[in-house]
């Protein structure tokens, strides 16, 4: 089963006044609302509310039934993926294309979206390097959205 996270802003007049952290469930490229709450706040949510949904998940479902986390740019961070790596929760995370990130083997830094070079629409890519990004160390599987 594949999970994905969501921030969504919700609010009666135009500025939003809080934010909705959402866990769904996707099957067959669907993605079904599983868990969520709302955030009395604007913005992002940060690391300590999203590890208290996915433990929620877990507590309920187990964690033997998580394929994999699939989330957007604003979920990237140190202690973030952290979590992630040491719960052994593999995931997805689009990532920003200015974002730098290190080569552990030669400690150069490259621009994510040097990456991207060569590649099209609908072609991917997987890196089997480790790459240093925002303190924890990833594997690229890169494919180009528009």
């Not at 030669?106 to 060569?118: D, H, R, T, V």
């Not at 390097?129 to 180009?144: N, R, S």
């Amino acid at each position: 089963m594949e999970t994905a996270t969501d921030n969504s802003s919700t609010s009666a007049s135009t500025k939003p006044c809080s934010i909705s952290l959402s866990l769904r469930v996707t099957y067959k490229n669907v993605a079904f609302p599983l868990l969520s709450r709302l955030l009395p706040k604007r913005g992002n949510s940060n690391t300590a509310e999203r590890v208290e949904i996915i433990e929620r998940f877990i507590r309920l479902f187990g964690k033997d039934c998580i394929d994999c986390l699939v989330a957007d740019r604003e979920f990237v961070g140190e202690h973030w993926t952290g979590y992630l790596n040491a719960s052994g929760i593999r995931y997805y995370l689009r990532i920003r294309q200015n974002f730098w990130q290190q080569k552990p083997c030669n400690g150069k830094c490259i621009k994510a979206s040097w990456l991207f070079n060569g590649l099209k629409l609908g072609e991917q890519k997987f890196l089997h390097k480790l790459y240093l990004l925002k303190g924890e160390y990833v594997y690229h599987h890169i494919h180009p959205i528009e």
